[in-house]
């Protein structure tokens, strides 16, 4: 009954612009903390950025300033808008939701902590 599914993912130049979207149904979605992950290839899935019920956001350092999460409640939609895009941020995106939010990337950035996950999309951006 609980899906995500995200879209938005697609192929782009440096410095250029991607807006991913996650829909999710069977749930509420206002009642979960949201979660945009990424992985590449060879490497750790990795926490990229977070959005609690009241709108706080958390970051990665290695996408602060570049890019800005969103949550549109009323139609269970998370939103990343990824702006001058980089090469390193090639990776499958994954949005998850968790019954609870954390202060601190060590534990906001857990996979274990989230109870679903969508396919992923995948963002590629050359150089």
């Known amino acids: 009954q609980v899906q995500l599914v995200e879209s938005g993912g697609g192929s782009v130049q440096a410095e250029g612009s991607l807006r991913l979207s996650c829909a999710a149904s069977g749930f509420t979605y206002s009642s979960y903390c949201l979660t945009w992950f990424r992985q590449a290839p060879g490497k750790e899935r990795e926490g990229v950025a977070v959005?609690?019920?009241?709108?706080?956001?958390a970051y990665a350092n290695s996408v602060k300033g570049r890019f800005t999460i969103s949550r549109d409640n009323a139609k269970n939609t998370l939103y990343l808008q990824m702006n001058n895009l980089k090469p390193k941020d090639t990776a499958m995106y994954y949005c998850?939701?968790?019954?609870?939010?954390?202060?601190?990337?060590?534990?906001?950035?857990?996979?274990?902590?989230?109870?679903?996950w969508g396919q992923g999309t995948q963002v590629t951006v050359s150089s």
């Open positions: 959005i609690d019920g009241d709108g706080t956001t």
């Open positions: 998850a939701a968790a019954h609870s939010c954390y202060t601190y990337y060590s534990d906001w950035s857990n996979v274990a902590e989230y109870s679903y």
